[in-house]
């Protein structure tokens, strides 16, 4: 139960900070994003790109407070045991990533954003989907 509130509350705060960029907010947009050595953003997402981000996290992080028992609501088989392993699996190939701007194989280090997601949003996504297979396997 611990290690989904745990998940659950990673996944509430990150789609709240998703929903401030959505709604004009600047907070370490710039910092979250991918550039080239040049310092060109690689991605230019809308304010509706980050409310569907935001969505899908804070429907990640239900997804993982359901899962705790801490009220009563039981999600159907079917999307405990689907959604249970993708969405692990998506963060654990965000942590591998593109080989290239993102994830722990890129080429592109030097940058703001990279040395960023070498010491932080790599290492998150990898251990958001070890303690999402674990919650799975029944392991925790």
Known sequence: MIWSLLLS??????????FHWALGGKYGFENT????????????????DSAIVGLGLVAFGLFYFFQTGLIAFVLPGWIIKYVGWII?????????????YVGFFKKIKQ??????????????????AVVGFAIQWNVL
């Open 9 to 18: 509350a990673i996944f509430f705060m990150l789609g709240m900070i998703h």
């Open 33 to 48: 994003l991918p550039t080239n050595e040049q310092g060109k953003r690689m991605l230019n997402p809308r304010k509706i």
């Open 88 to 100: 692990p699996s998506i963060f654990l190939l965000r942590a591998i990533g593109d080989f290239k």
């Open 111 to 128: 940058t703001s954003f990279g040395r960023r997601d070498t010491k932080v949003f790599s290492p998150l996504c990898f251990i958001i």
